[in-house]
T-cell receptor, first 112, second 115 residues
């Protein structure tokens, strides 16, 4: 049962344009969502998070949007840079639960 | 702060052998987590510790798997009688606070290949 889904395995975006990565979830108990970035041969690195009491969180070039009614969140990167090329994982957890549930990841390639 | 260290980085073992991995978390972090990532999948939760107490175990953690954190510092994950299906990246992470807003800090992982 895949509770967190990233339906796009890969995405290519021109440098300088906006990258939009999507994530859907099915568990209505999830109340905290995170995005991680992963380079080859490294562990995932925390990027940005959002609580379910918010619908938007911004940090520099990265913005995460949460639509609770649709059980959907998205990560916007603008402008996209070559160093953003990596695999991006969406993750979620529910209140009182330490466990993170990850999606399968989206490989983002920024084309110079 | 040297981050989360995992040793070894790579391990190749024959089916049926036992393997042990080590994780050294960030020193002040009291929570330590183990995840497993297979090809094309996201990390899957295995278990976590608060100090030396193992507080939750996934059903993915069969009786061939055991994890310890004897002094509340480093942790070991042992797999007995390895099977080819155990081939994966084993990730360790640590955090200081419950619901750390910055998420966990992951190590670079141990890649296990069972031949």
């Amino acid at each position: 049962d895949q509770q967190v889904k990233q339906n796009s395995p890969s995405l290519s975006v021109q440098e300088g344009r906006i990258s939009i990565l999507n994530c859907d979830y099915t568990n209505s108990m999830f109340d905290y969502f995170l995005w991680y970035k992963k380079y080859p041969a490294e562990g995932p690195t925390f990027l940005i998070s959002i609580s379910s009491i918010k619908d938007k969180n911004e940090d520099g070039r990265f913005t995460v949007f949460l639509n609770k009614s649709a059980k959907h969140l998205s990560l916007h990167i603008v402008p996209s840079q070559p160093g953003d090329s990596a695999v991006y994982f969406c993750a979620a957890r529910s209140f009182g639960n330490e466990k993170l549930t990850f999606g399968t990841g989206t490989r983002l390639t920024i084309i110079p | 702060d040297t981050g989360v260290s995992q040793d070894p980085r790579h391990k190749i073992t024959k089916r049926g052998q036992n393997v042990t991995f080590r994780c050294d978390p960030i020193s002040e972090h009291n929570r330590l987590y183990w995840y497993r990532q297979t090809l094309g999948q996201g990390p899957e939760f295995l278990t976590y510790f608060q100090n030396e107490a193992q507080l939750e175990k996934s059903r993915l953690l069969s009786d061939r798997f055991s994890a310890e954190r004897p002094k509340g510092s480093f942790s070991t994950l042992e797999i007995q009688r390895t099977e080819q299906g155990d081939s994966a990246m084993y990730l360790c992470a640590s955090s200081l606070l419950t619901r750390d807003l910055n998420g966990y800090t992951f190590g670079s992982g141990t890649r296990l290949t069972v031949v």
